[in-house]
């Protein structure tokens, strides 16, 4: 009787790592973190909980309100009229196991300078992580001296992305650029 009970657990406990991922995903997609923890996840993730921080997020949630996933990451960048952005980091649906993202992109315009920031991106009715994949394009102005939190917005399909950066280095302008996120590594920005 015991033989039977174990090889049924076996079974099941294949069946289920063998299970695909995406329906637990789809499911997660439809829970929403609320402003405490959007507020807690890019604090512990920025290591300050600066007042700066606090207002970029406030500003973020009352516009955006509620995201359905967060991407926590890095990301470095340089441009001279044309530029060149590449990211990793973490895809997190609430309640679900996270997945590895990149992105990369150009940029084009009146912008000059390097940069390396960490990444927290606010992501907004994706249905599937796989509605991920493709490229978000925007206009994006930025400052970065020393220091100093940022946020700009990309969108496409009803898809939009909040990503607030902080991080070293000086980059001064404001450029039209895409992001073009991948499963895997790309040293191609287009």
Do not use: C
């Amino acid at each position: 009787m015991r033989s039977i009970f174990a090889r049924h657990a076996a079974l099941i406990a294949l069946t289920l790592a063998a299970a695909p991922l995406e329906p637990v995903l789809a499911a997660a997609a439809n829970a929403q973190y609320s402003d405490d923890e959007v507020a807690k996840a890019a604090s512990e993730f920025f290591s300050t909980g600066a007042k700066d921080l606090s207002d970029v997020l406030a500003k973020v949630l009352k516009e955006k309100g509620h995201p359905v996933a967060i991407i926590r990451g890095e990301e470095a960048g340089g441009a001279l009229g044309v530029g060149v952005r590449y990211g990793r980091g973490e895809l997190i649906f609430k309640g679900a196991p996270g997945r590895k993202v990149y992105w990369q992109g150009p940029s084009i315009g009146f912008d000059a300078g390097a940069n390396a920031v960490k990444a927290f991106i606010l992501v907004y009715d994706l249905p599937t992580a796989d509605a991920l994949f493709k490229r978000f394009p925007g206009v994006e102005g930025s400052l970065y001296f020393v220091g100093g939190f940022g946020v700009n917005y990309l969108q496409r399909d009803g898809v939009a992305l909040a990503p607030v950066r902080f991080g070293v280095g000086w980059r001064q302008g404001i450029s039209l650029s895409y992001i073009n996120f991948s499963r895997t590594l790309r040293y191609n920005p287009l």
